[in-house]
């Protein structure tokens, strides 16, 4: 038997994977992360989820107890979404939630209070292969969250569990009606947890940085307007770009901060060859050859190789991936590693 801590976000992928450790006969204390102290009414871990994750645990019999790490949180998430969108870079705050709060800050507090594993509601998989431990995609391919965790080495993998990761997400409700739990019904967590659904991202970032107006023109120079704040642009995007009475389908292919410039273009002005990268995480150790690509955490896989220089060259033209966002490697259904657009 195993001690095991569970971090319950109050949701019901997390409350199933509290009951299935319980059933395999493992010593379960459950968890739940204070993370952020602002205003909050979506995304995960707010008052209501912790109440939510402290009932699943008095119905599974368990012990539970809330770790704050609020200023980790701010320190690591927020300022740094902050900073990335003062640069012009389009942060992903949830995978930098995983790198340093889930499975570092979470994981060395575990280590330090005896605990064996750390179990976590994510779907994804944990397979043993010929060379080690290595992160997988989660049986529900409309659920799969490797994209996110891609982060975790093989020694990471080996104090993890992640018991929904075998299921579907209709089958982890099916389980959690089966067996009472409150959360049963209670819907999926989409969103960023200290973004304000009714005060949006323009009000969180206007109190924490100065927005600049941007000019925006064409692929070929020419002036079609002004945007209020060039700072809330990333790439690919079609909305509010305050083109007027313009018809065509029209992206934002290039976000130029200092100059305060922003360029579009069509479907074809958005393609690129390849991706240049930095900051590279392996699951064991450098990678060069043919993977799949994939470059955001619902999108689907694209072929390419990894180049000698830790670059991606697609096999067809792709989108261009906005610079600061997360590009996972794939070997079928198996992570190698990742990196970050730059």
């Known amino acids: ?22 059933e395999q006969g493992h010593d379960v204390t459950g968890v739940t992360l204070k993370l952020w102290g602002g205003p909050q009414d979506q995304g995960c871990c707010s008052v209501s989820d912790v109440d939510d994750a402290r009932r699943v645990a008095q119905q599974l019999d368990i012990d539970h107890f809330v770790f704050n790490y609020g200023e980790e949180f701010d320190r690591h998430v927020v300022g740094p979404y902050v900073d990335a969108h003062a640069a012009g870079l389009t942060p992903n705050p949830c995978i930098e939630c995983n790198r340093h709060i889930k499975f570092d800050a979470l994981v060395s507090r575990a280590k330090k209070l005896g605990f064996d594993l ?9 397979i043993e292969t010929n060379r080690g431990l290595r992160l997988g995609r989660g ?13 975790l080495t093989a020694q ?23 067996q ?5 019904a209670k819907p999926d967590s989409q969103d960023v947890c200290f973004i304000t659904a009714s005060e949006g991202r323009t009000s969180f970032l206007s109190d924490r940085l100065d927005l600049h107006a941007a000019d925006v023109v064409d692929v070929d120079g020419n002036d079609l ?3 209020d704040a060039v700072e809330l642009v990333t790439i690919g995007q079609r909305r509010g770009l305050n083109l007027g009475g313009n018809t065509d389908r029209t992206y934002a292919v290039q ?60 096999v067809d033209a792709h989108r261009k991936v906005a ?5 996972v490697f794939y070997n079928d259904d198996l992570v190698i590693g990742g990196a970050t657009a730059i």
């Open 118 to 126: 750390v179990a976590t509601g994510h779907h994804a998989r944990i």
């Open 323 to 327: 610079p600061g966002q997360a590009v």
């Open 225 to 227: 307007g002004a945007i």
């Open 156 to 178: 990471d993998l080996s104090m993890l569990r992640f018991p929904v990761g075998e299921m579907t997400k209709s089958e982890v409700r099916e389980l959690a009606h089966h």
């Open 180 to 184: 009472g739990l409150r959360s049963a």
């Open 1 to 22: 038997m195993s001690r095991v801590l569970v971090a319950m976000s109050g949701g019901v992928d997390s409350a199933v994977s509290a009951a299935l450790m319980k």
């Open 255 to 314: 976000v130029d901060v200092p100059s305060r410039r922003v360029v579009v273009g069509g479907a074809q002005d958005l393609l690129s060859d390849d991706v240049q990268l930095a900051d590279h995480v392996w699951v064991d150790k450098p990678y060069i050859g043919p993977v799949q690509v994939q470059i955001s955490a619902h999108g689907n896989q694209a072929a390419a190789s990894l180049t000698s220089d830790g670059n991606v060259q697609w």
């Open 139 to 151: 049986v529900d391919e409309s659920k799969d969250q490797s994209y996110v965790l891609y982060m």
